[in-house]
């Protein structure tokens, strides 16, 4: 494709560490830009911030594009533990309780923001730990909730917020699954 002259750059999704830097390094001797790895991130998915996948890509300067940012719609306040997602929409093994805790500090953060919902607030923090989120939009009211997480910034101490508890959550769920195997 590059030799043909459509594309200037190669984009890949759901590249690891190790893969992300072998083909980085494989298409510099070509003298080919890798741009982009999309991968799944959120505050639900945190393992490219845990396992330094979005650390490396910043250091070769790959841009990570994150997808299912705001959790197939589980951070946005729609849903609840006492009003869960249909069915269809599987998520892990978050237990709703704990992103019930989550959405709650994306609203208390959003209030100290003029009122930005939950969903702006999880997109701004994807954007401040240095990807880009692609949410879904299904109309127009969407994209531009979704364009309410640009022009404002978090705090040190609000990222930090949402970090431990995002953290706190997947403490739970490993001991859960060490317990009952």
Request: glycine share 10%; with cysteine; aromatic share 4%.
């Amino acid at each position: 494709m590059v030799a043909d002259g459509l594309t200037s750059a190669v984009g890949v999704s759901n590249y690891s560490i190790r893969e992300t830097t072998a083909i980085h390094a494989h298409l510099a001797t070509r003298g080919v830009p890798l741009a982009s790895n999309q991968i799944e991130f959120s505050l639900l998915r945190r393992r490219p911030e845990t396992t330094g996948l979005l650390a490396r890509c910043r250091e070769l300067g790959v841009v990570p594009i994150a997808y299912s940012p705001i959790g197939q719609g589980r951070l946005t306040g729609k849903y609840s533990a006492a009003n869960p997602p249909p069915g269809s929409r599987t998520f892990s093994a978050h237990p709703m309780e704990q992103v019930d805790r989550i959405v709650g500090e994306l609203r208390r953060i959003g209030d100290a923001h003029d009122g930005k919902t939950p969903s702006q607030v999880a997109l701004r923090w994807i954007i401040e730990k240095g990807a880009v989120p692609i949410p879904g939009a299904k109309n127009a009211q969407q994209a531009a909730e979704n364009a309410g997480a640009l022009g404002w910034e978090l705090s040190a101490e609000e990222i930090e917020a949402l970090d431990r508890i995002a953290l706190d959550g997947q403490r739970t769920i490993a001991q859960r699954f060490w317990q009952h195997g």
